[in-house]
């Protein structure tokens, strides 16, 4: 079992910038494939960014390329999302996942209570 805490989420206007946070706790961190998924109202849950335990592969959704990068630091246990050049169709609950494997569909084993991120035209 793996628990998972974001934060970081807020208001921002379009063009802005956040960084999401993920602190992890439970069993080791570091063996855990990393995801990031969003839902927006009336949607359905959708993947936005993912990586391997060991940083070599990251995975993105066409909406966010070029402008989300995940990362994480495996020495305190915690998954970052920088968002970069928000818009309004971002706006959605952002939600941490976990996994033995990386996968780029929002099926992820564990997962966070999600933290809102609006931005506003």
């Known amino acids: 079992q793996v628990q998972l805490v974001e934060s970081g989420g807020g208001l921002v206007q379009a063009g802005g910038s956040l960084r999401l946070s993920c602190a992890a706790s439970g069993r080791t961190f570091s063996g855990y494939a990393m995801g990031w998924c969003r839902q927006a109202p009336g949607k359905e849950r959708e993947f936005v960014a993912a990586?391997?335990?060991?940083?070599?592969?990251?995975y993105y959704a066409d909406s966010v390329k070029g402008r989300f990068t995940i990362s994480r630091d495996n020495a305190k246990n915690t998954a970052y999302l920088q968002m970069n050049d928000l818009k309004p169709e971002d706006t959605a609950v952002y939600f941490c996942?976990?996994?033995?494997?990386?996968?780029?569909?929002?099926?992820?084993?564990?997962w966070g209570q999600g933290t809102q991120v609006t931005v506003s035209s």
């Open positions: 990586m391997r335990f060991s940083s070599a592969s990251i």
């Open positions: 996942a976990a996994g033995l494997v990386v996968i780029t569909t929002p099926e992820y084993p564990y």
